[in-house]
């Protein structure tokens, strides 16, 4: 069922950077009304500022939000149907990262977070939007992949790779028990994205755990505008799609052998400037 008003809506949790503020640039970009939302107020309050300066401010709302706590979710959906009137898209993309260590060497609260946040918190804001789209008639909820949804591995990232190999257990299920719903269910796959999730887990990780992968993350990484950008242009475009279900992927094997026979992969740093150029050295 298509949304009764005219402007599309959606609420991206953990926006205020990252791939989050991507995507809800990418998504005002296409003139659609965009809910931003974080734990911290006092950058919520600055990155909500500097996206009214850029876009229309009727536009854009932010609401601060633990994706971890019940109320601050229910919250988070109540604020955005009162100010927009409707919901079109959720998508669930808070979360956080352990430093890249062995798991051995994890401090207990930090696999804790990891598990709590990206495990935990996808399952009570998919909870909560489903519970109001189903209410509204419509709405589709996308869950955000990562390293481990397809069972990869690399040295220090197994708690992270865990939770994230749950979430795409957590998006099938949900996506059968739903299949007879008019919600709609999806995942996104970014790949490796230069966003500073990244940099400080492996900045503050074991640094050979780094130079291992190295070879690997010099073809994948991308800056979040490019992959933000595909991703929102995939879920605009899916909103005309019968399929219940559907999962967009960034760096797909066809893009990873063009790569790979592309000179300019080769020669690129895709780390230029950050922490990680001279990690270890």
């Given at each position: 069922?298509?949304?009764?008003?005219?402007?599309?809506?959606?609420?991206?949790?953990?926006?205020?950077?990252?791939?989050?503020?991507?995507?809800?640039?990418?998504?005002?970009?296409?003139?659609?009304?965009?809910?931003?939302?974080g734990?911290?107020?006092?950058?919520?309050?600055?990155?909500?500022q500097?996206?009214?300066?850029?876009y229309?401010?009727?536009?854009?709302?932010?609401?601060?939000?633990?994706?971890?706590h019940?109320?601050?979710?229910?919250?988070?959906?109540?604020?955005?149907?009162?100010?927009?009137?409707?919901?079109?898209?959720?998508?669930?993309?808070?979360g956080?990262?352990?430093?890249?260590?062995?798991?051995?060497?994890?401090?207990?609260?930090?696999?804790?977070?990891?598990?709590?946040?990206?495990?935990?918190?996808?399952?009570?804001?998919?909870?909560?939007?489903?519970?109001?789209?189903?209410?509204?008639?419509?709405?589709?909820?996308?869950?955000?992949?990562?390293?481990?949804?397809?069972?990869?591995?690399?040295?220090?990232?197994?708690?992270?790779?865990?939770?994230?190999?749950?979430?795409?257990y957590?998006?099938?299920?949900?996506?059968?028990?739903?299949?007879?719903?008019?919600?709609?269910?999806?995942?996104?796959?970014?790949?490796?994205?230069?966003?500073?999730?990244?940099?400080?887990?492996?900045?503050?990780?074991d640094?050979?755990?780094?130079?291992?992968?190295?070879?690997?993350?010099?073809?994948?990484?991308?800056?979040?505008?490019?992959?933000?950008?595909?991703?929102?242009?995939?879920?605009?475009?899916?909103?005309?799609?019968?399929?219940?279900?559907?999962?967009?992927?960034?760096?797909?094997?066809?893009?990873?052998?063009?790569?790979?026979?592309?000179?300019?992969?080769?020669?690129?740093?895709?780390?230029?400037?950050?922490a990680?150029?001279?990690?270890?050295?």
């Amino acid at each position: 069922m298509p949304s009764p008003n005219t402007h599309s809506v959606v609420i991206i949790t953990g926006s205020t950077k990252g791939i989050g503020l991507g995507l809800a640039k990418a998504f005002l970009e296409k003139n659609w009304c965009v809910v931003i939302s974080g734990r911290h107020q006092e950058l919520l309050n600055t990155v909500h500022q500097q996206l009214q300066q850029q876009y229309a401010h009727g536009k854009i709302l932010a609401v601060a939000c633990d994706i971890t706590h019940v109320d601050d979710v229910e919250r988070l959906w109540q604020q955005s149907i009162q100010h927009f009137g409707h919901v079109d898209v959720w998508v669930n993309n808070a979360g956080t990262c352990h430093a890249a260590q062995r798991f051995s060497a994890l401090d207990a609260n930090d696999i804790f977070t990891t598990l709590h946040t990206n495990l935990y918190g996808s399952m009570l804001g998919a909870q909560i939007a489903l519970k109001g789209m189903n209410l509204q008639g419509f709405g589709r909820i996308f869950n955000m992949e990562g390293w481990g949804s397809q069972g990869e591995w690399s040295e220090g990232m197994t708690a992270y790779a865990t939770s994230k190999s749950a979430i795409r257990y957590f998006t099938k299920a949900l996506c059968k028990e739903t299949r007879h719903s008019a919600v709609r269910i999806g995942s996104l796959s970014p790949g490796m994205v230069a966003t500073d999730l990244l940099i400080a887990s492996w900045q503050q990780g074991d640094a050979k755990n780094w130079h291992k992968m190295y070879w690997l993350f010099h073809f994948v990484i991308d800056p979040p505008e490019v992959v933000c950008t595909y991703l929102v242009r995939k879920i605009i475009a899916s909103k005309s799609s019968t399929r219940h279900f559907v999962r967009y992927t960034w760096m797909t094997p066809l893009r990873l052998m063009f790569r790979f026979f592309n000179v300019y992969y080769w020669r690129r740093n895709p780390i230029k400037d950050t922490a990680l150029e001279n990690l270890g050295k």
